[in-house]
Antibody, heavy 122, light 111 residues
Framework: EVQLVESGGGLVQPGGSLKLSCAAS????????MIWVRQASGEGLEWVGR??????????AYAASVRGRFTISRDDSKNTLYLEINGLQTEDTAVYYC?????????????WGQGTLVTVSS | QSVLTQPPSVSGAPGQRVTISCTGS?????????AHWYQQLPGTAPKLLIY???NRPSGVPDRFSAFKSGTSASLAITGLQAEDEADYYC???????????FGTGTKVTVL
């Protein structure tokens, strides 16, 4: 059974930093591209970024709204995906989901974690 | 503001058919990038409903179907059930943005 479990969310002051984790199991993590998606309360889904597998040089891509502040990385030895967020702004307050990313058919996500809440407030 | 536009809400009585549109442009759906659909039940994570324009993952009822043509895609739910009450999102790739985008989302209400 595929499982994705996010952790690391919490209350952070504006300007602060946070590193989210996503523990994967039930599939060959090292062969899979992964993405992060966020959702502010009562709002829609926003694609944050993607990281490809080692075979694809761990290539990353980010939404324009987060580029330069967000960094996606992975540790295949731990089957874990990360999202490091710097310079947190109130508008970064959201539930952050990790998901496995299938790169065929223009790219889609077939498995999602339950999400972790990040709240940016003073 | 998303580049994929969906109606904010649609509703129907149990057993009826509802459709949700997803309108894009020449830089996403119109460039032959595939449309995908997700269902998000209240308080839960999104779930893949349709991939590659028309394909249902294993376990998704055949009451759900989808279609894509030109710069638009649509999701149809036939035989609407109370458990279908959720938010639905389309998703594709946008070459102008250089990344993936979700639609604005549609709330389906079962009357």
């Amino acid at each position: 059974e595929v499982q994705l479990v996010e952790s690391g969310g919490g209350l952070v002051q504006p300007g602060g930093s946070l590193k989210l984790s996503c523990a994967a199991s039930g599939f060959t993590f090292s062969d899979s591209a992964m993405i992060w998606v966020r959702q502010a309360s009562g709002e829609g889904l926003e694609w944050v970024g993607r990281i490809r597998s080692k075979a694809n040089n761990y290539a990353t891509a980010y939404a324009a709204s987060v580029r330069g502040r967000f960094t996606i990385s992975r540790d295949d030895s731990k089957n874990t995906l990360y999202l490091e967020i710097n310079g947190l702004q109130t508008e970064d307050t959201a539930v952050y989901y990790c998901a496995r990313f299938r790169e065929e058919n223009s790219g889609y996500s077939d498995y999602w974690g339950q999400g972790t809440l990040v709240t940016v407030s003073s | 503001q998303s580049v994929l536009t969906q109606p904010p809400s649609v509703s129907g009585a149990p057993g009826q058919r509802v459709t949700i549109s997803c309108t894009g442009s020449s830089s996403n759906l119109g460039s032959n990038y595939n449309a995908h659909w997700y269902q998000q039940l209240p308080g839960t994570a999104p779930k893949l409903l349709i991939y590659g324009d028309t394909n249902r993952p294993s376990g998704v009822p055949d009451r759900f179907s989808a279609f894509k043509s030109g710069t638009s895609a649509s999701l149809a739910i036939t035989g609407l059930q109370a458990e279908d009450e959720a938010d639905y999102y389309c998703q594709s790739y946008d070459r102008s943005l250089g990344g993936w985008v979700f639609g604005t989302g549609t709330k389906v209400t079962v009357l």
